[in-house]
């Protein structure tokens, strides 16, 4: 049995050479694994990727907090290990990868200024700005992967010539017109606890959205400074702890990841990390029970792929 993915992926076979960073995620099986993709890049040209072996085919993994996870090889869809992946779950602020996809495809004009208003404020915890502040389109999206901010959401939401409703079912329908069909949305921020997916899907997710290279940017820096128009300075440090472990350090380096958080949802992240020779594994964990618990099973998920797995090239 394909999953849902599998249409997606066809949809993504006839495209031009996927961006310098992340492959374009072709194929996810759920039951049945994948011996062989074929990537077609266009008329004339085609490629063969066999996803990767496992070296010692009795190592089954290591134990994890999350209630669901799906670790895989980006270029072949080849899944690596996997519990509970298509068990659809809260999803917090991972919501955030769609919302970035339909706000830029909505106003892809990065340099446009835009002002936060009193609607952009869920009024939930400490907000990072204030309503006033003015700041480009390409710093809000930024502080929205970088510091999963829910007022930049919203206000990405509000500015893309959409009502707050309709910018929500364009969400929804992204998510069927790339067949994720575990994915549901309630708003653009991830508070709302209805927001849901399931581990599969949010991999996809996360491996499509990369492919877009602002979003590929804003989802490895460490920390983003802004200035607003009236010279008010913001200093937003990344919600990811792992940009400072090994594997943001030679021979790894993460090529994105987004955090999410909710009593409803737990701990979440989603996570691409590649090795020195270009070898890319999406890790993606639900359901963990604390906030340091997340970080150190993606690490170690990471970890153990690159170090059971032989790749052919």
């Keep these: 049995m394909i999953s849902s993915l599998l249409a997606l992926m066809t949809a993504m076979s006839i495209e031009q050479a996927p961006a310098p960073g992340v492959s374009a995620l072709r194929v996810y099986g759920q039951n049945v694994p994948i011996q062989v993709t074929v990537v077609q890049y266009g008329p004339d040209k085609s490629e063969i990727i066999k996803p990767p072996i496992k070296k010692n085919p009795s ?12 670790v895989a090889d980006v270029a072949s869809g080849g899944i690596l290990y996997a519990k509970a992946p298509h068990e ?8 955030k990868l769609m919302t970035a996809i339909v706000a830029l495809e909505n106003e892809s004009n990065l340099k446009q200024e835009m002002t936060f208003q009193d609607s952009d404020f869920d009024h939930q915890g400490e907000a990072v ?26 206000m ?53 959205a990369l492919n877009n290279p602002d979003i590929r940017k804003a989802m490895t820096e460490p920390e983003v400074s802004v200035t607003t128009k009236a010279g008010k300075a913001y200093d937003i440090k990344s919600t990811n702890l792992l940009l400072t472990s090994f594997l943001n350090k030679d021979p790894y380096k993460i090529v994105g990841a987004k955090t999410g ?12 990390t590649k090795d020195k020779q270009g070898h890319e594994i999406v890790a993606v964990l639900l359901g963990s029970d604390n906030h340091f618990s997340r970080y150190n099973d993606v690490k ?11 790749w052919a090239n």
């Excluded at 170690?300 to 032989?310: E, G, I, K, M, N």
Aim: aromatic share 6%; net charge neutral; with cysteine.
């Design 156 to 208: 990405l939401a509000r500015t893309s010539h959409l009502t707050r409703e309709d910018f929500v079912q364009r969400m929804n329908e992204k998510a069927r017109d790339l067949h994720l069909n575990s994915m549901k949305f309630a708003d653009p921020s991830g508070l709302n606890s209805q927001n849901k997916s399931d581990a599969a899907d949010i991999a996809a997710l996360a491996t499509l």
């Design 88 to 95: 659809q779950r809260s999803i917090a602020s991972l919501t």
């Design 129 to 154: 700005f204030q309503s006033g502040d003015t700041l480009t389109r390409g710093e809000v999206l930024r502080a929205m992967l970088v510091g999963s901010v829910n007022a930049a959401a919203n």
């Design 261 to 272: 958080s909710l009593p409803e949802a737990g701990y979440c992240l989603a996570q691409v």
């Design 59 to 70: 190592n089954l993994g290591i134990a994890t907090t999350g209630k669901s996870v799906f």
């Design 300 to 310: 170690a998920l990471t970890s153990w792929a690159f170090d059971s797995y032989q």
